[in-house]
């Protein structure tokens, strides 16, 4: 069965870097546009950035706009979060799916979801 893996969190320090990665195993996310969210402590789940299955098309929630970037590379079946000037705001549980129909901004549109990865910024 087609299966999202997250990887890449960890500690940092605010301002510094990391990047997640999302690879897929069991099948091919190729066709699919994918999108990241997050979870922070005692919050819902939110949109943080989506991809088109070409890498085309990007987009960002406001709240990282900027700092982040989204980049797919279709032949490793991995989808890539780039996050830079990272905040303590950022800490979270960070997802990766597949996203099926609709708006690319609700999770709603998604599948396939991986089981996350933590990324904790301190002040």
């Known amino acids: 069965q087609a299966q999202l893996v997250e990887s890449g969190g960890g500690l940092v320090q605010a301002g510094g870097s990391l990047r997640l990665s999302c690879a897929a195993s069991?099948?091919?996310?190729?066709?699919?546009?994918m999108g990241w969210f997050r979870r922070a402590p005692g919050k819902e789940r939110e949109f943080v950035a989506a991809?088109?299955?070409?890498?085309?098309?990007?987009y960002f929630a406001d709240s990282i706009q900027g700092r982040f970037t989204i980049s797919r590379d279709n032949a490793k079946n991995t989808v890539y979060l780039q996050m830079n000037n990272l905040k303590p705001e950022d800490t979270a549980v960070y997802y990766c799916a597949a996203h099926l129909g609709g708006s690319y901004y609700y999770q709603g549109g998604y599948d396939y979801w991986g089981r996350g990865t933590q990324v904790t910024v301190s002040s």
């Open positions: 991809i088109s299955w070409t890498g085309g098309r990007t």
């Open positions: 069991g099948g091919t996310f190729g066709n699919y546009a």
